[in-house]
């Protein structure tokens, strides 16, 4: 099963704690060496899914494989060749810089461990600081740490949950210019994230929300997929405006744009008529494409709706 | 303002501070059980004035007064027989320093005849005196309660005894701790108290700290087997337990001249075996308590029992049957008994035998429950 063209390979994953369902029906086929981002709102299963990928929840229904290993009975075998990193910075505030490098080494038991620590601390640019505590560390540096921690032993899959969250722009740049790379050597990632800009660097990305999986696809094809059309509009009074285009059913969302109105729907015609008949004297109805976010809170908005209807 | 306070400020602090004494469970059965339970062990479990103290008794001769002299000490409540001694053909000095008997009465051949005839026969009383609180009040009552049996028996023909003060030479053999120094008791047991506090706490502690820091997912995340982590964890507080016994050892021995009369060998093997039960417990603990505080809460839950039930503070045969049942459960109870035979009983590995054997089993128990326990996942 190894030689899969697929890294996960998943189908009807779904975990529940308690009676509480938190993820149902999750079906993941990620070829390798591609990046993929897993997105949706928070509490809709991403950090439950990535656990479960990894081994450390037990999945209450669904089977499937990661790099090749059943998830529900080898899961060693899959933490031997899988990198995860947590949202929340993980490793040993108490030790040092080095000192953490050097227990995930030994814990996956790689050779000449000193050397290899050597040369990552080079690269990262920590080798001055390597004896400081961990816990000095910047979110940034943590961020830096924890990635190159969970890349020491050349996995082939990394699960990423939030890895930029927080971060500065700079320090995010470089994490991703660090995934490039990674994934240019073969790496397959999955990656959690809130950020759009972020998103759009994935070869494809999946939507979760409410534990299930409700779209899937690159940008252009989710955005597609949900039929979303968007109007900027420009003048005087937008704050009247926007409390009324609330309350219309042909309008998705309303949100301030600088200091224009972006203002999303699905039913194109029903929107444009609408915009037109509430817009007054000076104010500009502009063509806006539409963007992944507008996409998002559509799905967002189509999955509550559902989930009122099933109730 | 300094005097500007506010009833509604000191209320809202009120009310959050029992909406949360309320969610932490733990901490609020502390303050319920923990009164309850000295409640208890203080009231009803604890003696300082044991009675019913097993005594092998060795009658070379049968006659009314011997019989009178044994249930005189039965009377008395501070003695009862251990039957089987002679049968069993174990000397004395055995049962002693196994801790089977507290007292060993011995009365020779002859006796009567020689009492008779005026001539102040001897009778033994041999004590465990390991612990004099244990044993200094049977002591003590010895020769009242000979004399009060003679008193008895003197009648009729044998008045004329009754003039004689002292009919009997009542010899009493304080073994193992002659001079009565509590130190000898207690410094050994100390070494006992100070590994079960710290062997326990310190492993819990450093298994719920993973929990509570975040970084028992990335533990979980490597691949590192349960068995791996455990024995990794373990290890350095093993190692942390022999350099406390080492000096606990040191000062008992430099300091307070307590009497190391046994094999090292076999204190070793004692304290090795009781090192890795608290241990065993200390993780077991982990697996219960979500947080470092709750675990702490756990140790002490199971440390001032340890410390009641064990023999450390109170003399053990002094407690009622269920105390003594409890306290057999207590791993501290055996290691107390080791480590007092050894030093001061010059006991051997097979007199310690069954206390070993004991600790082993709490050791094996406690070890697979931490293993089933044992979280592989966040479940």
Redesign the interface.
């Known amino acids: 099963m190894s030689d899969s063209v697929f890294a996960i390979d998943v189908t009807g994953l779904g975990k529940d704690f308690g009676d509480k369902t938190v993820v149902d029906g999750v079906d993941l086929r990620l070829p390798k060496g591609q990046v993929w981002g897993f997105l949706g709102p928070n509490g809709s299963g991403k950090t439950t899914t990535i656990r479960m990928l990894c081994g450390l929840l037990q999945p209450t229904r669904g089977q499937g494989r990661c790099l090749g290993f059943d998830v529900l009975s080898q899961s060693r075998e899959i933490k031997l060749r899988t990198g995860y990193m947590t949202q929340k910075f993980s490793f040993w505030d108490d030790l040092t810089i080095r000192e953490n490098l050097q227990f995930v080494a030994r814990l996956h038991g790689l050779k000449s461990i000193p050397s290899l620590v050597d040369t990552i601390l080079e690269k990262l640019g920590l080798a001055h600081r390597q004896h400081q505590l961990a816990a000095s560390l910047s979110g940034g540096w943590k961020q830096r740490l924890a990635l190159a921690a969970v890349t020491m032993a050349k996995p082939q899959l990394l699960l990423l949950d939030e890895p930029t969250a927080g971060v500065d722009p700079q320090a995010r740049r470089d994490f991703w210019d660090e995934i490039q790379q990674l994934t240019s050597d073969g790496m397959t990632v999955l990656l959690s994230t809130h950020y759009m800009d972020e998103a759009e660097r994935c070869d494809q990305i999946v939507y979760l929300a409410n534990g299930h999986l409700l779209a899937r696809g690159s940008v252009e094809d989710i955005i597609r997929h949900t039929g979303i059309y968007t109007y900027h509009i420009q003048g005087r009074d937008l704050r009247m405006l926007a409390q009324q285009l609330r309350l219309q059913p042909e309008v998705a969302n309303v949100s301030y744009f600088g200091s224009a109105l972006h203002v999303s729907g699905t039913d194109q015609p029903a929107l444009l008529q609408r915009l037109q008949g509430l817009c007054a004297q000076g104010q500009r109805i502009i063509d806006a494409p539409p963007e992944l976010e507008d996409a998002f809170i559509a799905l967002m908005q189509q999955a509550g709706k559902d989930q009122r209807e099933y109730n | 303002m300094a005097w500007d306070l506010s009833t509604a400020r000191i209320s809202g602090i009120f009310q959050k501070e029992f909406i949360q004494m309320r969610r932490d469970k733990l901490t609020f059965a502390m303050m319920l059980v923990i009164p309850v339970m000295q409640l208890i062990l203080f009231g009803f479990a604890i003696n300082t004035d044991p009675k019913s103290l097993p005594t092998a008794v060795y009658l070379q001769e049968h006659t009314p007064i011997t019989r009178s002299i044994v249930s005189g000490m039965l009377q008395s409540g501070y003695f009862e027989i251990h039957q089987g001694a002679e049968q069993a053909n174990l000397s004395s000095e055995q049962l002693l320093r196994q801790g089977k008997v507290a007292f060993a009465l011995t009365i020779p051949a002859g006796f009567t005849r020689r009492l008779l005839h005026g001539d102040k026969p001897q009778l033994l009383l041999e004590a465990d005196a390991s612990d004099p609180a244990a044993s200094s009040h049977a002591v003590a009552q010895f020769s009242v309660i000979v004399e009060r049996a003679l008193r008895h028996e003197f009648r009729g023909a044998l008045s004329y005894l009754q003039a004689k003060p002292d009919a009997v030479d009542v010899h009493v053999l304080r073994n193992y701790n002659p001079e009565g120094i509590t130190q000898y008791n207690i410094v050994p047991g100390l070494l006992g108290v100070i590994l079960t506090m710290t062997s326990v706490m310190i492993t819990a502690i450093a298994m719920t700290r993973e929990l509570e ?6 533990l ?6 349960p068995v791996e982590v455990m024995v990794g964890k373990i290890l350095p507080y093993s190692l942390i337990g022999i350099v406390q016994t080492c000096v606990v050892l040191g000062a008992a021995m430099g300091i307070f001249q307590v009497p190391f009369t046994g094999a090292l060998v076999t204190l070793a093997a004692g304290v090795a075996l009781f090192i890795l039960a608290n241990l065993a417990l200390g993780f077991t603990f982990s697996t219960i308590a979500k947080t470092q505080m709750e675990a702490m809460q756990l140790t002490f839950f199971f440390f001032l029992p340890s410390i009641l039930l064990s023999g450390f503070m109170f003399p053990f045969r002094g407690m009622p049957e269920w105390a003594q049942w409890l306290g057999e459960v207590l791993p501290l109870t055996h290691f107390l008994r080791i480590v007092r035979g050894v030093m001061l009983k010059g006991s051997q590995l097979a007199d310690v035998y069954p206390e070993l054997a004991a600790i082993v089993a709490f050791m094996a128990i406690m070890g697979v429950v931490a293993m089933l326990r044992y979280r592989r ?3």
Do not use: H
Request: charge should be neutral; charged fraction near 25%; glycine fraction near 6%.
């Open positions: 820091r975040g970084t028992m997912e990335n979980l995340a490597l691949p590192a087997r996942t966040l479940d």
